[in-house]
């Protein structure tokens, strides 16, 4: 078979179209692998000063919040992604602290509400009187 030029063209478009595709349709488990450090954060509508001292790496569905003042801490997360917001339940213990989450290109977003403090949030908001934390991730450049 002799390939010609608009064959060829043809050809590395419906390539690239489907790697580009591919890159779009990757689960969102997939985009969240890697170490994130903090942007910004807020507590109960304050400026937290603990957090952005915090590395956050996931690998698989474990996510590990790497403290400069205290010890590391270690949990598996789910992820609910057919949801507005999608939904992310990180497991601790005998608890489950509920939120949401979006993660576009190299920023993820995480928003969740207190313990014991009612149900997962609704939107990404952190003031006194909800009294969620609100944390804006960029991924670390390797």
């Known amino acids: 078979m002799k390939w010609s030029a608009p064959g060829f063209l043809l050809a590395g478009l419906a390539w690239f179209a489907g790697v580009a595709l591919a890159a779009d349709n990757a689960t969102d ?3 969240l692998q890697g170490t994130w450090t903090v942007v910004s954060a807020l507590v109960d509508g304050e400026k937290s000063e603990r957090w952005p001292k915090t590395i956050l790496t996931i690998d698989g569905y474990k ?8 010890s590391d801490e270690s949990h598996f997360f789910k992820l609910t992604q057919n949801r507005k ?4 339940d990180i497991l601790g213990g005998d608890e489950v602290v509920s939120g949401i989450y979006a993660v576009d290109g190299n920023t993820l977003k995480l ?3 207190k313990e014991n403090k009612g149900g997962r949030p609704e939107q990404f908001s952190s003031t006194e009187a909800n009294e969620r934390t609100y944390v ?3 991924r670390k450049k390797r």
Do not use: A, D, G
Not at 63 to 70: C, I, N, S
């Open 29 to 31: 488990i997939q985009k």
């Open 63 to 70: 996510l590990t919040l790497r403290h400069e003042e205290r």
């Open 85 to 88: 917001p999608k939904q992310i």
């Open 111 to 113: 928003c969740f509400q």
């Open 136 to 138: 804006i991730f960029q």
